[in-house]
């Protein structure tokens, strides 16, 4: 006769529960790396934000500039 525990091992209850117990362990590895390309994301969202910031400083200012320029050779003439 068979040993109890080997026929439960490979029992169609037993089977599925390993499957599900892989599906979960392979669902919680998809969330966190989910997880982390999102607040990978994110910091790149920000970053590209800040440069678009600067770069609309930047431009104001130049802006600025060119007008400045202006004014003073409308002065001088």
Request: proline residues 5%.
């Given at each position: 006769?068979?040993?109890?525990?080997?026929?439960?091992?490979?029992?169609?209850?037993?089977?599925?529960?390993?499957?599900?117990?892989?599906?979960?362990?392979?669902?919680?590895?998809?969330?966190?790396?989910?997880?982390?390309?999102?607040?990978d994301l994110d910091g790149l969202n920000e970053q590209i934000e800040d440069l678009i910031d600067s770069r609309r400083q930047g431009s104001t200012a130049e802006l600025e500039s060119a007008e400045d320029a202006i004014d003073e050779q409308a002065d001088a003439a």
């Open positions: 006769m068979s040993n109890p525990n080997e026929l439960n091992e490979n029992s169609p209850v037993s089977e599925a529960e390993q499957r599900e117990m892989v599906t979960t362990s392979l669902l919680d590895k998809l969330d966190a790396r989910q997880d982390q390309v999102i607040t």
